[in-house]
């Protein structure tokens, strides 16, 4: 089992709909997860980081945290084809280091007009 | 504020030669990851400095070593270059230990032939 699973995608949303991604971690004792966007041939651009049970919303984008089913997700409004990018999940076991930082392999999200 | 520089944007190189990465973070961050990401294995955790130290290094063979300087600029250095070394290195800046807020900068793609 992986520590951080994501569904590879390519997930396909029409423009104007919500994109639903979702990322389950197998460390119980994670204490911070984030998302990050990376478009084709680019770098990760950090999108939304939570901490605690429930939502965090940040203009279109809401992440959803639930320990007790070791997942979060990420929740896109009225996508845009500016969306269509990799998401990855990150989840940090540890406080002490960057190298605590679990990266999943990402899920590929495609938004068609 | 400016944001994460890494120099040089591109690199080829051959098998058997040496490399040096540089990477600058965001000022008045003290704290740079480096990661390897690659299609198949994704983004793996290289190294990670907190003033000047290193506090960890992931799995990765003793020809991958780098450092940091009093500015915060950290370069990383390959040696005796394999073709698996074919890879996009990004530099993460870090606000302070304690934060795993990564902010990445555009990446070195280096490619050895």
């Known amino acids: 089992q992986k520590e951080v699973e994501q569904n590879s995608g390519p997930l396909s949303v029409p423009e104007g709909a919500i994109a639903s991604l979702n990322c389950t971690y197998s460390?119980?004792?994670?204490?911070?997860f984030f998302w990050y966007r990376q478009y084709s041939g680019k770098s990760p651009e950090l999108i939304m980081s939570?901490?605690?049970?429930g939502d965090k919303e940040d203009g279109r984008f809401t992440a959803q945290l639930n320990k007790a089913s070791q997942y979060v997700s990420l929740l896109i409004r009225d996508s845009q084809p500016s969306d269509s990018a990799t998401y990855l999940c990150?989840?940090?076991?540890?406080?002490?280091?960057?190298?605590?930082?679990?990266f999943g392999s990402g899920t590929r999200l495609s938004i068609r007009p | 504020k400016a944001g994460v520089t890494q120099t040089p944007r591109y690199l080829i190189k051959t098998r058997g030669q040496q490399v040096t990465l540089s990477c600058s973070p965001i000022?008045?961050?003290?704290?740079v990851s480096w990661y390897q990401q690659t299609p198949g294995q994704g983004l793996q955790f290289l190294f990670e400095?907190?003033?000047?130290?290193?506090?960890n290094k992931g799995n990765f063979p003793g020809r991958f070593s780098g450092r940091q300087f009093s500015n915060s600029r950290s370069e990383m250095n390959v040696s005796t270059l394999e073709l698996g070394d074919s890879a996009l290195y990004l530099c993460?800046?870090?606000?302070?230990?304690?934060?795993?807020?990564?902010?990445f900068g555009p990446g070195t793609r280096l490619t050895v032939t």
């Open positions: 990150a989840v940090n076991r540890g406080y002490s280091s960057a190298s605590k930082i679990i």
């Open positions: 460390d119980r004792g994670s204490q911070s």
């Open positions: 939570i901490y605690s049970n």
């Open positions: 000022s008045g961050h003290r704290s």
């Open positions: 400095y907190f003033s000047e130290t290193q506090r």
């Open positions: 993460a800046s870090i606000p302070s230990p304690g934060s795993y807020e990564q902010y």
